[in-house]
């Protein structure tokens, strides 16, 4: 029995990948503005279903590649993630056992906590806050997480 | 991969790793930032990560990049026979517009009495492609496929069809990121071309609209006014088109004018921008900075965005004298009253009027 064996990497950094590459595609003004935080909606799925598959390196390391794409001060988005994987570690007993519908909400509070450090680091570094609009990507994220549940679920066999 | 907490530990010692994993991490993030906003210390490590990126870079662009080529590929012969045509006929007035250009040149050089005609202050053009657009009211960035192997450095001016695009925020290996003129963190100096009024004008964080803030309400400025570099500010050479001045507010109540202008370059609409250089001694290029300062964030201090337009005027704007219409080309700006020039520019270049 060893457990390090059954842990789904393969499944973790590509869904990781792919979701990188939803977050950072062009789209159009209107449309990016309800685009959901993929790569966090990612981090989650697996900070809660699989703990120590990525621990907290993985949600670091995407960070940090948002960081490097979006432009931003590196280590921004890194602590961000970081600390939203922390509290998903910390509490994934809790999580995984709750219906779906908790789940959404537990994730929408995750999500509005990232992008209120996200803001607050913006804020520090000198950037314009002047968009309230910011604030609609936890909305569409907690809206997708059932979705993302689904989808992320069938990559690793269920524990 | 780093794993903290190995899975045969007890469940109390695993959950002490993760918070020991968790202050390392966050500290380290908290490091960088630092690194990163405090001096340049990560110009290294940021050049690294975009060449890491730019694979990544590279598959995110590829949908677009293969429909460009379907498109290009299947185009029908009546219409690459039609685009053909057009383009011929661009040609044709643009040949017959640098005629004009060269006779005004040879004017330009008698009348400052130079013993040769000077050249384009131009050297040398890199056509480059977008590879990735964020228009976002916070961010106005493009990733363009051209970086620092070609020759791309930061705060290098960029050119789009129309006019000004933007400057280089970061040149990678392969790519390199480029803030618009639209970007609410920038800022570019301008001169109005009809009075030769200079100010400044500021990204809103929209592809169609600039404002300019610090404009008294008597200056002399109109609905259509065109609206080029002005030279200063070290990153910008001038005369180039950067806005057509499309509102003009006039409030009696208020010291400022509230005009806003429409960027020329077609911003979100063009897949193609041309970086330029400059030949570094000629009158129309960018007037260096002190020549000893070390690069900004910004490559250029007066690009750095200004304070947001405060009520509160620069001290020099309010008593404005109306500035007399002269009939100018871009290249000779008139001598413009010296209070017309707002003193928010942050570091005031040296040598602004070196002609």
Redesign the interface.
């Known amino acids: 029995m060893?457990?390090?064996v059954s842990e789904p990497?393969g499944a973790l950094l590509l869904s990781a990948?792919i979701a990188?590459?939803f977050q950072?595609?062009?789209l159009p003004?209107w449309l990016?503005?309800v685009r959901p935080a993929f790569l966090v909606i990612v981090v989650l799925y697996w900070s809660i279903a699989a703990?120590?598959a990525?621990?907290?390196?993985?949600?670091?390391l995407c960070?940090?590649?948002l960081d490097?794409?979006?432009?931003a001060?590196?280590?921004?988005h890194?602590?961000a993630l970081?600390?939203v994987a922390?509290l998903a570690?910390?509490f994934h007993l809790l999580i995984r056992n709750k219906p779906l519908f908790e789940q959404a909400l537990f994730a929408f509070a995750a999500l509005a906590l990232y992008e209120f450090v996200v803001w607050c680091?913006?804020g520090w570094?000198g950037?314009?806050?002047?968009?309230g609009?910011?604030w609609l990507h936890p909305v569409t994220g907690g809206l997708l997480w059932p979705i993302a549940c689904g989808i992320l679920s069938r990559t690793h066999r269920p524990r | 991969?780093?794993?903290?907490?190995g899975?045969g530990r007890p469940v109390h010692s695993r959950?002490a790793a993760?918070?020991l994993?968790?202050t390392?991490?966050?500290t380290?993030?908290?490091?960088?930032?630092f690194?990163?906003?405090r001096g340049n210390w990560?110009e290294y490590?940021?050049y690294g990560?975009?060449a890491?990126?730019y694979p990544?870079?590279l598959?995110?662009d590829s949908?677009?990049a293969a429909w460009h080529w379907v498109q290009e590929s299947f185009a029908t012969r009546e219409a690459l026979q039609a685009r053909n045509d057009a383009l011929r006929a661009a040609n044709r007035a643009l040949a017959v517009r640098t005629l004009r250009i060269e006779a005004l040149e040879a004017e330009n050089a008698q009348l400052r009495a130079l013993k040769a005609a000077l050249p384009d202050v131009a050297e040398k053009w890199l056509p480059g492609e977008i590879m990735?657009?964020?228009?976002?009211?916070?961010?106005q960035?493009v990733t363009v496929n051209k970086g620092a192997t070609s020759g791309v450095f930061k705060g290098q001016a960029v050119l789009a069809r129309g006019g000004l695009m933007g400057q280089v925020?970061?040149a990678g290996p392969w790519s390199s990121?480029i803030i618009l003129i639209t970007d609410?963190?920038h800022a570019v100096p301008v001169q109005v071309l009809r009075s030769g009024l200079r100010t400044i004008a500021v990204g809103q964080?929209n592809?169609g609209v600039m404002t300019l803030p610090y404009l008294p309400v008597n200056s002399d400025i109109k609905v259509d006014d065109l609206l080029v570099t002005s030279g200063l500010g070290g990153v910008f050479p001038a005369g180039y088109p950067v806005a057509r001045v499309i509102e003009v507010g006039r409030d009696p109540g208020q010291p400022l004018a509230l005009v806003r202008a429409q960027p020329l370059a077609a911003i979100d609409r063009d897949r193609e921008v041309t970086f330029v250089w400059f030949k570094p001694g000629h009158p129309a290029a960018p007037a260096p900075l002190a020549a000893t300062a070390p690069q900004r964030d910004f490559a250029g201090a007066a690009q750095s965005?200004p304070p947001k337009p405060k009520p509160a005027p620069p001290a020099a704007t309010p008593a404005t004298p109306p500035v007399t219409p002269t009939a100018t080309s871009p290249a000779t700006p008139p001598a413009t009253p010296p209070a017309t020039l707002p003193a928010a520019t942050p570091a005031a270049p040296r040598g602004e009027d070196a002609r």
Not at chain 1, 127 to 131: E, Q, T, Y
Not at chain 2, 1 to 5: D, E, K, N, R, S
Not at chain 2, 28 to 33: A, E, F, Q
Not at chain 2, 134 to 139: I, K
């Open positions: 060893n457990a390090r990497r990948f990188l590459i950072v595609v062009p003004a990016s503005i703990p120590r990525g621990g907290l390196f993985l949600p670091f960070g940090l590649a490097v794409f979006r432009g001060v590196l280590g921004e890194a602590l970081v600390v922390y570690i910390r680091i913006d570094s950037h314009s806050l002047n968009s609009l910011r | 991969m780093v794993a903290f907490g899975a959950v993760t918070g994993a968790f390392f991490y966050a380290l993030s908290i490091v960088l930032m690194l990163d906003q990560l490590a940021r990560l975009s890491a990126a990544v870079q598959a995110v949908p677009s990735n657009i964020e228009l976002s009211t916070l961010r960035r925020l970061r990121e609410p963190e964080g592809a965005a």
